[in-house]
């Protein structure tokens, strides 16, 4: 069965500084893997998504995420974060095969301090 | 931003009524879903839909209907409204085929009451 453990419920950093958040999942198949974010009372924006190609994937507002397979491993990271971006985050992994839905992480909301 | 939208945004209702909720797209993408949001459970996946009147049951579909008869609706029902179903509901489509490669466009969200 597919699972996604996100590490962290809380993070909190001072603007500026990198932030690292944490994702582990497993998967029967291989997995294609998302990342979503939700600011306060909105929906969910996709802010990458890694579909076996390059295992250093490159998404919007500056986050990228590394795939590592040995680690069963899909870590979300922001060299320097800003305010704009405390926010809720979730990791997502495909379970493929003819259903289509996501499996869904708990969440990990970051607080970006000024 | 993917043409989603859901009606209501907002209700408050009460035990044992019934309540429907709509989806509605403006992209023609096949796959349709319905999500449940709550705190320290992320997302969880009540009903989906792979075309007109073919629908399926997620992983919470106890207490939920759906109903699909245009590509562009997807409705979700609450038969008999219960508090345990007070949540957000998010409504999400994929376009294409389903692979493990198809994204997910999300809705605004419906802020779910029961008292």
């Known amino acids: 069965a597919q699972s996604v453990t996100q590490l962290d419920s809380h993070v909190s950093v001072s603007e500026g500084t990198p932030v690292l958040l944490r994702c582990n999942y497993s998967s029967s198949y291989s997995p294609s893997l998302f990342w979503y974010v939700q600011h306060p009372n909105k929906g969910l924006q996709l802010l990458l998504k890694?579909?076996?190609?390059?295992?250093l994937v490159k998404g919007i507002n500056g986050f990228e995420a590394e795939f590592n397979k040995s680690q069963t491993s899909f870590h979300l990271r922001k060299p320097s974060v800003h305010i704009s971006d405390t926010a809720e985050y979730f990791c997502a992994v495909s379970p493929g095969g003819s259903q289509g839905n996501l499996i869904f992480g708990k969440g990990t909301k970051l607080s970006v301090k000024p | 931003d993917a043409g989603i939208t859901q009606s209501p945004r907002h209700k408050v209702t009460e035990t044992g009524t019934p309540v429907t909720l709509r989806c509605h797209q403006t992209e023609n993408h096949r796959y349709m879903y319905w999500y449940r949001q709550d705190p320290g459970h992320g997302l969880r996946l009540i009903h989906y839909s792979y075309g007109v009147k073919d629908t399926d049951k997620g992983e919470v579909s106890d207490g939920y209907s759906v109903s699909r008869s245009k590509t562009e609706d997807f409705l979700l029902t609450l038969e008999s409204a219960t508090s345990s179903q007070t949540s957000v509901y998010f409504c999400a489509i994929s376009d294409g085929t389903v692979t493990s490669t198809d994204t997910q466009y999300f809705g605004p969200g419906t802020r779910l009451t029961v008292l």
């Open positions: 890694y579909t076996s190609a390059a295992t």
